[in-house]
């Protein structure tokens, strides 16, 4: 837990932001998911979106690594940057910035291949890695997944021979390989059972040493336990944006107190 | 379903099964011979030396003896309708006619005779009734200078016959008799040429060919001589060593082929091969073990390459020699001493001690068998063993030759062009409309190709031949020219893609595909028009001239090329539906976890879409390739249908399927060529069968490996 650290005011700047959302707002078709947001997500911290289903969490996400382009007919207004860059310009190199920018998905996608493959796949897409790198690769990821001592006796098996919860840290796991700078986590427990939930959210305390995690949770106690800062967003709004500690103790408005407490989502 | 499978099975093997069957020969009727001084006797004793002839309805028999006198018996009684001396005082040999019903006979001081037979069929009361007759008696000096004759043979010739005599000085006398009718006066003039030449050791058996001009002899040390007829004199005399005596000799049906029976017992068969004036030889192509016992008589049947021998005690086999295959032995009873097919094949006569032997001989697919369909067979006249697929010919002499390889051949052949189309056109579509189109534009490119898949055939067919098989052969230079510079075009397009500034390539994914497919269009165009070019350039002005004088390809205007690419076209439909609806299927949210990685969609596709839709692409190919094979409509009309057995893309091949349907308006009902039509569409049905059984397998696997359950 982050207790120990100062609480800083996320609109002051006191920690360097490294996605910017600026004013962002979506329509798929005619139908707006998102309504100008705006936030900062602050580097090596955890930062979760809640809210209730369909308002806009997932949407706000794949907006960050432009996941959102394999849709069609998403118009788009306002901003997104990554260090500073816009992810939108058209000059922008989509795969360079996924490549930074990873994601681990609600439901766990391995590839149909095995363990080690999954691992090694972005690093064999982006790099001529000599065999005994992708080895290294795969060792020290599924390591930072917490996996490894599972796995590491099975590594040529069938990705899909695990269970849903070591999928999912594979998952994780073969995201960090390609070292991003963010990973985005789409309820990444939502599918696992409390002891899987448990051992992720150990995994996320640890990632956040190297990484920038944006995860969206359903879960109050996860994103409480969990996370530095909370993002509550509500029919595409982006209602109350905070320190985890702040929104959860001392909410701002009411929606994000009726929303936490139970009273609806 | 499977029992409409079973009742299809029962059926075709119903319809095969006979092939298989060797065949019969069973005794129908007997002449019993009798000891001279029984009273009631029916006929004399059958001496060693006795010329057999049998009329086409089986009810008479004519034989010539050593008494010198023709009689012909009736088969139901025994009683001799109809005896005439030929040779006063006895002959010293005799022999039945080659080729016509007939006996001929040479007595012991020169003079011989040629006697035809004619075998009147007459319908009193609504029956056929069949009347001997002696046609016409040619009789003819041999000078024999005091020699004896050793051997004879004769033939009936359109205006008149031929005789060949050998005698024990080791000569060999060749006479001819020309008839001459006077149309005026009807008087019948004969003029007769004789030559003598001396051979290199005195014959034991001769042979005429029943109508070429070909001589056959053995002499007792095991040679085999074989002379042409020219201006009435036998030339060119040609020599092969048999591997043991030769005891008796008889040439198959045409001439091309010889039988020698040997005293070890085999059959040899052996061809007279013209290869250009001075390449004549005989050649020794197969043997047959024989019924057991020296052979002492043979006879090529009428209708063709089956034959009788007689071995020693009566033992006697049927064999056919195209086929090589022994359909019948057994045992007669006694020591056979004449031989003789009825003309309609469908019986034999035998001559012994005991009397005259009528034998029913049942073998109704001689020609057949596993050897004749899929093994190299030496067919008589071509230089050497070969697979050859030609039913029928023009005249009764003609061989039929059964091989199904080139059909197999044909078949593959016409299949692999169409893939080779289909795989790569039908599959890369389906990527690329499932991965990479536009859904607004999906929605017209899929129901646009399924409706090509119910194009019928036919049509397809009708435009390949007629239209693209002479526009193409207009432009093969450039379609040549294409091979070689498309993989060229494609490379240079990626490297002019990723040239472009990114700002151009970033802004819409996909678009290497689309550039690409425009480098690839505006190739085929350039090669297109640069076509004549290189044709005048390069070829001399006609590429099909230029391909034969080079590498002595024909070219054919309906070649594999112009079917490959009609059977291509009726494939693809499938091959993309099947293929689309597997890449499709593949699970969304892994070409996302690739992307998300930063793949490009293009390595999303390929390592990650495409191993996961393997299964139902690799299913799509060979649901294709199942089509492909069963094709016919457009094998038919888009080649030339020759039954070649080359994989040459510019001449057209014969599919099995194309065959059976070319075919089976000739084939008469239950005949071998028939029944072998269905051992083709058996071949056919298993063929499919196989590629959809390891289809099944191979895909059952990639599924397990590829979705790790
Ligand atoms: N691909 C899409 N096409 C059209 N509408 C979408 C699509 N994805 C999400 N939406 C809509 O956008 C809204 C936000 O969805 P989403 O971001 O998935 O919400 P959450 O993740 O918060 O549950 C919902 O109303 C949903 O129906
Ligand atoms: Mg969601």
Redesign the pocket.
């Known amino acids: 837990m982050s207790d120990a650290r100062p609480i800083p005011e996320p609109d002051a700047d006191l920690e360097k932001p490294v996605i910017d959302v600026d004013a962002l707002s979506l329509w798929?078709?005619s139908?707006q998911?998102l309504r100008s947001v705006s936030l900062r997500v602050p580097e090596r911290r955890v930062t979760a979106l809640i809210?209730?289903?369909?308002?806009?969490?997932?949407?706000?996400l794949?907006c960050i690594n432009r996941l959102n382009d394999l849709?069609d007919g998403v118009r788009i207004e306002g901003d997104i940057r990554f260090r500073g860059e816009s992810v939108f310009a058209p000059e922008r190199d989509v795969n360079a910035l996924r490549r930074r920018i990873g994601m681990v998905f609600q439901r766990s996608n391995p590839f149909p291949k095995s363990i080690y493959e999954n691992v090694v796949y972005g690093s064999r897409i982006h790099g001529s890695l000599r065999r005994s790198d992708l080895d290294g690769v795969a060792e020290r990821s599924l390591r930072r997944a917490g996996l490894w001592d599972e796995v590491k006796d099975r590594l040529h098996e069938s990705a899909l021979s695990l269970s849903g919860g070591q999928q999912q840290r594979l998952c994780i796991a073969r995201a960090v390989a390609i070292e991003p700078e963010v990973v985005l986590l789409?309820e990444p427990c939502s599918a696992l059972d409390p002891i899987a939930t448990a051992r992720i959210e150990e995994l996320m305390q640890e990632l956040k040493e190297s990484y920038t995690l944006v995860v969206?949770t359903h879960n109050m106690q996860q994103a409480a336990r969990a996370s530095d800062y909370t993002a509550f967003?509500y029919l595409?709004e982006l209602i109350e944006f905070g320190e985890t500690g702040q929104v959860f103790v001392n909410p701002k408005e009411r929606a994000t107190e009726d929303y936490i407490s139970g009273r609806f989502g | 379903m499977v029992l409409s499978l079973a009742g299809i099975i029962v059926f075709l093997v119903a319809e095969i099964l006979p092939l298989f069957v060797p065949g019969r020969v069973v005794p129908d009727a007997r002449i019993e011979a009798r000891a001279r001084t029984e009273a009631r006797a029916r006929i004399d004793a059958i001496g060693s030396m006795t010329a057999v002839v049998v009329d086409p309805r089986r009810t008479h028999v004519a034989t010539l003896r050593e008494d010198g006198t023709l009689r012909v018996l009736d088969w139901t009684n025994g009683s001799t309708v109809l005896e005439r001396e030929l040779l006063a005082g006895g002959a010293a040999l005799v022999a039945p006619l080659a080729g016509s019903p007939g006996v001929a006979g040479i007595a012991a001081d020169g003079r011989a005779v040629i006697a035809g037979i004619d075998w009147r069929v007459s319908y009193p009361d609504g029956i056929a009734e069949v009347t001997p007759a002696v046609a016409s008696v040619m009789a003819l000096e041999v000078e024999t200078r005091g020699a004896a004759p050793r051997a004879l043979s004769a033939r009936l010739d359109p205006g008149g016959a031929t005789l060949v005599v050998a005698l024990d000085d080791g000569s060999l006398s060749l006479v001819q008799v020309a008839v001459d009718v006077n149309d005026f006066t009807g008087e019948r003039e004969e003029t007769v040429s004789a030559t003598r030449i001396s051979t290199p050791a005195p014959l034991d058996h001769l042979a005429l060919a029943p109508e070429d001009a070909e001589v056959f002899a053995s002499a007792s040390d095991g040679r085999i001589f074989w002379w042409e007829v020219e201006d009435g004199t036998p030339v060119g005399m040609r020599q092969a060593r048999s591997e043991a005596p030769v005891t008796a000799l008889e040439p198959l049906i045409g001439g091309r082929a010889l039988l020698a029976g040997r005293s070890d017992g085999v059959v040899d068969v052996w061809f007279a091969l013209s290869r250009g004036r001075a390449g004549r030889e005989l050649v020794h192509v197969r043997r047959f073990d024989g019924p057991g016992g020296a052979i002492g008589h043979l006879a090529g049947s009428p209708r063709g390459r089956s034959f009788l021998a007689a071995g020693a005690g009566g033992s006697l086999g049927l064999y056919h020699s195209t086929a090589h295959r022994e359909l019948w032995t057994g045992h007669t009873g006694s020591a056979i001493s004449a031989l003789a097919w009825a003309p309609k094949a469908n019986a034999a006569a035998i001559a012994s001690a005991r009397g005259l032997e009528r034998l029913r001989v049942d073998a109704p697919h001689p020609e057949a068998g596993l050897a004749s369909y899929f093994s190299r067979v030496w067919y008589e006249g071509h230089p050497e063993p070969e697979f050859i697929w030609q039913s029928t010919g023009g005249s009764d002499e003609f061989e039929p030759k059964l091989s199904l390889v080139p059909l197999v051949t044909g078949t593959l052949k016409g299949t692999i062009y169409a893939m080779l189309l289909a795989i790569p056109l039908g599959v890369l579509g389906a990527l690329y409309t499932s991965q990479f189109m536009a859904p607004s534009l999906q929605r017209v490119v899929k129901p646009t190709v399924e409706l090509m898949a119910s194009l019928p055939s036919v049509v397809l067919g009708f435009l390949a031949g007629l239209w693209l098989a002479p526009r193409l052969e207009a432009v093969l230079p450039g379609m040549l020219l294409l091979l070689p510079s498309l993989p060229v075009a494609v490379l240079l397009a990626g490297a002019a893609w990723r040239a472009l500034p990114a700002r151009w390539t970033l802004r819409f994914q996909g678009g290497e595909i689309l550039f690409q497919a425009v480098a690839i269009s505006g190739v085929v165009w350039l090669c297109v028009r640069a076509s004549p070019a290189i044709e005048a350039a390069l070829f001399g002005g006609s590429f099909a001239t230029w391909l034969h004088a080079t590498t002595g390809l024909e070219y054919d205007q309906r070649n594999a090329i112009v079917a490959g690419i009609a059977m291509g076209f009726a494939v693809i439909p499938i091959i993309f539906a099947i293929s689309e609806d597997a890449v499709s299927n593949v699970p969304r949210s892994l070409s996302a976890a690739s992307l998300a990685l930063g793949a490009t969609p293009w390595q999303t596709m390929v390592r990650v879409v495409l191993p996961a839709a393997s299964p139902g692409i690799f299913a799509a190919v060979m649901i294709g390739f199942g089509r492909a094979i069963g094709e016919t409509m457009i094998v038919l009309m888009a080649t030339g249908n020759t039954p070649l057995l080359d994989w040459s893309p510019f001449n057209g091949f014969r599919t099995l399927s194309a065959n059976i349907a070319v075919e089976i308006p000739e084939a008469p009902h239950g005949g071998t060529l028939y029944r072998t039509l269905f051992v083709s569409a058996t071949l056919l049905f298993a063929l499919t069968f196989a590629i959809n059984g390891a289809a099944e397998l191979v895909r059952e696997r990639l599924r397990r490996r590829f979705s790790g359950a």
Request: hydrophobic share 30%.
């Open positions: 798929y078709g139908a998911a809210g209730p289903s369909g308002c806009g969490k997932s949407t706000l794949r849709v789409d969206v967003l595409g």
